[in-house]
């Protein structure tokens, strides 16, 4: 079966750097998202990573490794605004979005 | 652009009645419009995937009859959740994908609408 895992919560002190980590197994692989969703919002756009490597995007990089079916974001010079739920999809062969249930991030002053 | 939007943003209905929410694609044409479900602290579920002009593909445990969609036009797609109950109550969002690659040059991207926040009384 296809599964996306990425924990649950994870909390970071403002100012700081923070790692989300997901794994990914699906049918075929056209390459990973990352969304943020802020409560009660819609999700927007981060990032997309089909290549191996890590792209950087100012204050957020997103790597990806698709021999090991992993990827993490980084968020650099965490800020209050931050505070949001982090999303991991992954394309499929039929190009359909597989998507994690979500990481909560807290950023604590 | 490729902003997409949802109408209304909320919405408040007595049980036993329908209620119809509206995905349009402002500034492209979308070939393939997906449905969300959201409940409190969860991540997204999706409940159909439509293509214009065709019916729309159900996930599985998805009534079609009780969520009926139609995807109208390259720019409109529509759900009605008929016969609502309090167990429908959630944040219902649509997204959108134009074919092929967009304009940052990424495969099938999907663009989000705001979202439809949906109370049965």
């Known amino acids: 079966g296809q599964n996306i895992d990425q924990p649950t919560e994870m909390t970071a002190t403002e100012g700081a750097i923070v790692q989300i980590n997901c794994t990914y197994q699906?049918?075929?692989?056209?390459?990973l998202f990352w969304y943020q969703q802020h409560a009660g919002e819609a999700p927007t756009f981060l990032s997309y990573n089909v290549l191996d490597g890590l792209e950087e995007k100012g204050r957020f990089s997103s790597f990806l490794s698709r021999s090991k079916g992993y990827s993490y974001l980084l968020l650099k010079e965490l800020q209050m605004k931050d505070s949001a739920s982090y999303l991991c999809a992954a394309l499929d062969s039929n190009y359909q979005l597989i998507w994690g249930a979500g990481t909560k991030l807290i950023i604590k002053p | 652009g490729a902003v997409v939007s949802q109408h209304p943003s909320w919405v408040i209905c007595k049980s036993g009645t329908s209620v119809k929410i509206e995905c349009r694609s402002l500034d492209f044409q979308a070939t393939t419009m997906f449905w969300y479900r959201q409940f409190p602290k969860q991540s997204l579920m999706l409940m159909a995937t439509?293509?214009?002009?065709?019916?729309?593909?159900?996930e599985q445990g998805v009534e079609k009859d009780k969520f009926l969609i139609n995807h109208a036009s390259l720019t409109l797609s529509t759900l009605t959740v008929t016969s609502a109950h309090p167990e429908d109550s959630s944040f219902y969002i649509c997204?959108?994908?134009?074919?092929?690659?967009?304009?940052?040059?990424?495969?099938?991207?999907?663009?989000f609408g705001p979202g439809t926040r949906l109370t049965v009384t």
């Open positions: 439509s293509n214009e002009g065709s019916k729309a593909t159900y």
């Open positions: 997204s959108a994908r134009p074919p092929g690659t967009s304009g940052d040059g990424i495969p099938y991207e999907q663009y």
């Open positions: 699906t049918s075929g692989f056209n390459g």
